[in-house]
């Protein structure tokens, strides 16, 4: 990776631009810079879900979440680096499975609400969906690899997964849409 910052404020970025891990400047508004921030933005708001009480086995999770996320950004930064690997997809999957199996069905669509811990996986997974389609907007233009794109995916999924977990966790449940066909099946 490229240099390491020790100065935080270089006021390099004053003209409008930014500099990418292997030292090349693009402008702010570049969707590869979009693609990161969304990125970073994902990774805080993970931070702040970890600020809340869960079990431990959802914390570890996240945790280990908050690194691959710090290495989709790195990659990001060095344009045809690879940081996030295969392997890191068929954890969430693994994690998706072992989580949704706790989980009744769904009998209608939920909505982003419940625990404070659940209505912020909701933020998260929202979150997710936006760098998910970022990352899409530069596949567009620049070559990037699959992973990245697909471990996006399958978080934002285990996000949804994990805030219904979450709402369950002191014997809540999910917050379910009152649409006018589950309202007649009563």
């Known amino acids: 990776m490229g240099n390491r910052l020790t100065q935080i404020a ?11 891990g292997d030292n ?7 969707l590869r810079v979009q693609a990161m921030g969304d990125v970073d933005e994902l990774n805080s708001h993970i931070g702040l879900l970890l600020c809340e009480p869960m079990p431990d086995a959802v914390r570890a999770l996240l945790v ?6 710090f290495n989709l950004g790195g ?11 295969a392997q890191a ?3 969430l999957d693994e994690a998706l499975a072992t989580h949704n199996a706790s989980l009744p069905r769904l009998k209608e669509f939920i909505l982003p609400a419940g625990t404070r811990a659940a209505a912020q996986a909701h933020v998260c997974r929202t979150v997710a969906r936006r760098a ?7 596949g567009a233009r620049e070559a990037v690899r699959p992973e990245p794109r697909q471990y996006l995916n399958r ?26 066909r589950l309202l007649k099946s009563d």
Not at 64 to 69: G, S, T, W
Not at 75 to 85: A, N, R, T, V, Y
Not at 155 to 180: E, H, I, P, T
């Open 155 to 180: 978080l934002s999924d285990l996000l949804f997964v994990l805030a219904r977990v979450l709402n369950r966790m002191d014997g809540g449940d999910d917050v379910y849409w009152r649409s006018k």
């Open 24 to 30: 090349s400047r693009v402008p702010k508004d570049h």
């Open 132 to 138: 998910e389609r970022a990352l899409v907007a530069l």
């Open 10 to 20: 270089t006021r390099t970025g004053d003209d409008g631009t930014t500099g990418l």
């Open 75 to 85: 990659e990001l930064s060095i344009p045809g680096f690879e940081l996030l690997k």
């Open 64 to 69: 280990e979440v908050q690194h691959e996320l």
């Open 89 to 91: 997809v068929l954890a």
